[in-house]
């Protein structure tokens, strides 16, 4: 753990108050008074305890960028359910902006301390089929965690996984019924729909919280992360893994990480 200046601040000033605290207990000799002192002490500590796991966490802010050579975005014809799903699909493997930052991008720390602070802050963790598309194509979700399966679209879809950490399954879906699966073990799971194979959607089952996606520009955030030195796992489900090493203080640690096709 470091002690910074923000939490010897405050433990300093605690010490002051708890030490006048405990001197006027000494000098009256009223019990209900002192009861009452004694729970002023308590609820000192434990503010000086959650500040103090604030002053101590950082924040990695990262972006993820394509370095590759340049891509052409592959296009599906639509052979089914035309009527809704349009006439072609563009191909959502890989999606890139303007800037080159790449979408959908699993970002997850390593060799997290087993006694790190354990906040799960994802999204909820939700999988839509909207216009024959997965959305969003990638979800987060707690070890132990649900994920809840919809269907918006007014025609039948199936939910279909073969995890090898978690039982498979293989849902038919249709139209507003809601899919609860629970998924136990970390892993990365694949999920397709066979009646309209361009679908695809990822699951994954995440061992702890530091786990981000990156959003639409190739941006990702790691809150409340112990200060340490860390490997940064970057997956992308065209590109493959990548890992770059981050030193974590206290405050924002900046991150550029670049991926491209070998
Ligand atoms: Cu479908």
């Not at 891509?71 to 902006?97: S, W």
């Not at 025609?155 to 507003?176: C, D, I, T, Y």
């Not at 990365?188 to 990822?202: E, K, P």
């Not at 970057?234 to 493959?240: D, H």
Request: hydrophobic content about 40%; charged content about 20%.
């Amino acid at each position: 753990m470091l002690w910074n200046r923000r939490a010897h601040a405050n433990f300093f000033v605690m010490m002051c108050f708890l030490r006048r605290k405990i001197e006027q207990m000494r000098s009256s000799g009223d019990a209900a008074g002192q009861a009452k002192q004694l729970s002023v002490i308590v609820g000192l500590v434990a503010w000086f305890l959650i500040a103090s796991a604030t002053a101590w966490a950082g924040t990695i802010k990262g972006s993820v960028r394509y370095a590759g050579a340049p891509l052409e975005r592959k296009k599906f014809p639509v052979t089914i359910d035309q009527y809704l799903c349009g006439k072609e699909k563009e191909a959502q493997d890989l999606v890139l902006a303007s800037t080159n930052g790449i979408s959908n991008a699993v970002v997850s720390l390593q060799n997290v301390p087993p006694g790190a602070k354990r906040e799960w802050n994802f999204p909820p963790a939700k999988m839509d089929q909207k216009q024959c598309m997965f959305v969003p194509r990638v979800v987060l979700v707690p070890v132990g965690g649900n994920v809840e399966f919809l269907n918006s679209d007014r025609l039948l879809h199936n939910v279909r996984s073969g995890g090898k950490e978690n039982p498979p399954f293989n849902r038919a879906q249709p139209h507003a019924r809601t899919i609860s699966i629970t998924f136990k073990t970390p892993e990365f799971l694949r999920v397709d729909c066979d009646l309209h194979s361009w679908m695809r959607g990822w699951v994954i089952v995440a061992e702890h919280p530091f786990y981000a996606v990156t959003n639409g520009q190739g941006e990702f955030f790691l809150d409340n992360v112990p200060p340490g030195r860390y490997t940064l796992r970057i997956w992308q489900e065209s590109l493959g893994t990548v890992t770059h090493p981050v030193t974590v203080d206290t405050g924002t640690t900046t991150v550029s990480v670049e991926m491209g096709k070998k």
